[in-house]
Structures are given as structure tokens and as C-alpha cells.
């Protein structure tokens, strides 16, 4: 092999070696930024349901998140016009209650619950394909 040979040979192996890295790199960057989308967002969301939670057991009182307050406002949970199905301006049933502590939970669990899965997911496709 004559010496030109062997330093293309080199220069190629480097070339290849910084292009792995790199790929490696935005892999890197790729899963922090999906594991932010597929968890974070969720678990924001899913943050009133739980504080709601908390309180509504701190007051002793299971309607508190879907009854108004002093003012008349309503909690994060009933709070804008999407969700005013949930307000209960009166205590009615325990149906109705149910309804809604199911539908809030549910929602936080399968948001949250998906968002790991598929995290998980693409993280053993990126360790899979680890080049």
C-alpha cells in the first residue's frame, strides 16, 4: 500500500467515524426531545388531576373540583367552556361523580401511560439501531 493510499484510507476512516458520531449525536438530541413530548406534556397535563385530587381529599369533599368556589369560579378541572360538562353547581349523584373522577383519571393514566410506552418504544428502537 503506498503512502497516498494509506492516507485516504485514514482520512475515509475518520470521515466515517465523525459521521457515526454525529448520527449518534442527534440520536441523542432526537430521544430527549420526543421523551419531552411523549412524557413531559402529559404529565403536565395530568398535574391538575392530581393536585385536584389531593385537595378535594384534603377538604374532605369529592365535588370540590367540579363545584365553584366563593367567588363563583370554578377549579382547572371544570374550569374553561370545554369542560363545563363537568361543572356540578349542585351536589347531584354519585353516578355523576364517578363520571367525572373516572373520566379525569382515566385520561391522566392513558396520557401519561402512552407517552411512556411509546417513549419506551422508540428508545429500544434507538438502542436497536446503535451503530
Known sequence: MTAAATTAALVLETD?????????????????????????VPVVFSRPVLTELVRARALGDPWAPFAPD???????????RHWAVMRAPAR???????????????SAVVL??????????????????WI
Request: proline residues 1%; aromatic residues 12%; glycine residues 18%.
Open 112 to 129: 401519561v401511560g402512552g407517552g411512556l410506552v411509546g417513549f419506551v418504544s422508540f428508545m429500544r428502537l434507538v438502542v436497536a439501531s
Open 70 to 80: 366563593g367567588a363563583g369560579r370554578y377549579g382547572p378541572l371544570a374550569q374553561n
Open 16 to 40: 466515517l467515524t465523525a459521521l457515526v458520531w454525529g448520527v449518534r449525536l442527534m440520536l441523542v438530541v432526537v430521544s430527549l426531545g420526543l421523551g419531552l413530548v411523549l412524557v413531559g
Open 92 to 106: 347531584r349523584t354519585t353516578a355523576g361523580l364517578a363520571w367525572r373522577w373516572g373520566w379525569w383519571v382515566v
